[in-house]
């Protein structure tokens, strides 16, 4: 089983512009969840989407946003990117248990944002 | 202001030894908690997990053990390997099914 694919890898944008960062979840897995992890603050929940539905949000300004498509892959976009948007984003995938029992949330590689 | 980063706690075993990582957990109503492993430049990468009916779960090398009382996890690692190197998270997720992140510890492995 392919496992959480996210690109691209690595991407340099600069100030006031803005990023859209992908990801396609393992086979069969109907939960997307993304995370921002920086130095400073460690990681960080955004929002997870949940069959083309945001069902849980962080606590991130609005410039964050993200989107699920029918076939579960997600894409999270960042407007108006600010100097302290650079960071490590991370997508998890989730299998929904039984009766909607947590289960172990894999993750991709990331995609490293640098703004310069 | 300037960010200042997270001073990771910082654990430095013998190779062979065993390896002990405690965290902390903050949310009395979180029944599922997860050990992630995460080298330089990679994801974070599932260990182990435990259900909060549970108080000790094993796996290869790997114990987690669960105190609900003090909400306490620690994750024990047996015969500690070089490659065992990498940051430790341990992440807790309650009924909303969002996953909350503790701060990490550096686990050094010495030859």
């Known amino acids: 089983k392919a496992g959480v694919t996210q690109t691209p890898r690595y991407l340099i944008k600069t100030r006031g512009q803005q990023v859209t960062l992908s990801c396609s979840p393992i086979?069969?897995?109907?939960?997307v969840s993304w995370y921002q992890q920086t130095p400073g603050q460690g990681l960080q929940f955004l929002f997870e989407y949940f069959s083309e539905t945001q069902r849980n949000k962080g606590n991130f300004p609005g410039r964050f946003s993200g989107r699920q498509f029918s076939n579960s892959r997600s894409e999270m976009n960042v407007s108006t990117l600010e100097l302290g948007d650079s960071a490590l984003y991370l997508c998890?995938?989730?299998?929904?248990?039984?009766?909607?029992?947590?289960?172990?949330?894999?993750f991709g590689q990331g995609t490293r944002l640098t703004v310069v | 202001g300037e960010n200042v980063g997270l001073h990771l706690p910082t654990l430095s075993v013998q190779e062979g030894d065993n390896s002990i990582i405690n965290c902390a957990y903050s949310?009395?109503?979180?029944?599922?908690f997860i050990w992630y492993k995460q080298e330089s430049g990679k994801g974070p990468q599932f260990i182990i997990d435990?259900?909060?009916?549970?108080d000790k779960r094993q796996g290869q090398r790997v114990t987690v053990l669960l105190n609900k009382t003090v909400k306490h996890l620690s994750l024990q690692i047996a015969a500690t390997q070089p490659g065992d190197s990498a940051v430790y998270f341990c992440?807790?997720?309650?009924?909303?099914?969002?996953?909350?992140f503790g701060s990490g510890t550096q686990l050094t492995v010495l030859p």
């Open positions: 435990i259900r909060s009916n549970m």
């Open positions: 086979s069969g897995h109907r939960s």
């Open positions: 949310n009395s109503a979180s029944d599922y």
């Open positions: 998890a995938s989730t299998a929904v248990g039984t009766g909607g029992m947590n289960t172990e949330a894999f």
């Open positions: 992440a807790e997720k309650n009924s909303a099914r969002q996953l909350t």
